[in-house]
């Protein structure tokens, strides 16, 4: 295989490796929209407990995937300063190349996640909201229609990831309240 296809395989799986846990995933969304944080600050962000955000920092940190930037004095204790240098998704090209084995393994887990976080949310009034969307849809496609499903949903998760960033800049406006949701998709070949 060529020093390249090497090269690539292995930054796609240290970022599979990454993603693979959701609070990871947040993180590095997180520093690509909002430059260079602390894990103290990621931690209020995203209202997870510090010492589980230190250790994803830590984590994504040995996986080259966040740098640390700078340090600072704070109360006694030395803080540190991390920027992103991966963005927080794989594209598609980037997944294909991943074995089948880690592809498989990394899936079961983000489903087993998914399915996790709605019946939670199912049990405590998540899809309460007139505006909460499930549906299920069954499609019969030829490869062409596959391929613009694909795209279609791809363009709308970038099209989710922009409105974040937006909702983001917004929060700080008096009144602003943030809603936290999420946003499962799924699309693949049925067996039958």
């Known amino acids: 295989m060529p020093q390249s296809r090497t090269t ?3 930054l796609d799986e240290r970022l599979a490796k990454a993603l693979s846990h959701p609070l990871r995933q947040r993180i590095l969304q997180r520093l690509n929209e ?6 103290n600050e990621l931690s209020r962000d995203l209202g997870d407990p ?14 080259d995937c966040v740098e640390l930037v700078r340090t600072e004095q704070r109360r006694g204790a030395l803080e540190h300063y991390y920027r992103a240098t991966a963005q927080p998704w794989l594209d598609d090209k980037q997944w294909a190349r991943l074995p ?3 592809r498989r393994k990394t899936l079961g887990r983000t489903l087993s996640e998914l399915l996790q976080s709605a019946g939670e949310a199912s049990q405590e009034g998540g899809f309460d909201h007139p505006e909460a969307v499930v549906n299920r849809m069954p499609l019969d496609l030829d490869e062409q229609g596959f391929s613009d499903v694909v795209k279609l ?7 989710a990831l922009k409105i974040q960033s937006e909702s983001q ?6 009144g602003a ?3 936290r949701t999420e946003l499962g998709v799924l699309h693949f070949r049925r067996s039958t």
């Open 100 to 102: 089948a084995a880690f």
């Open 169 to 174: 800049k917004r929060k700080s406006e008096p």
């Open 34 to 39: 909002g430059g260079v944080k602390s894990p």
């Open 8 to 10: 690539n395989r292995q």
């Open 177 to 179: 309240e943030v809603i």
């Open 50 to 63: 510090l010492g589980n955000v230190s250790y994803h920092v830590r984590i994504l940190r040995e996986l």
């Open 153 to 159: 949903l791809n363009d709308t998760l970038e099209a």
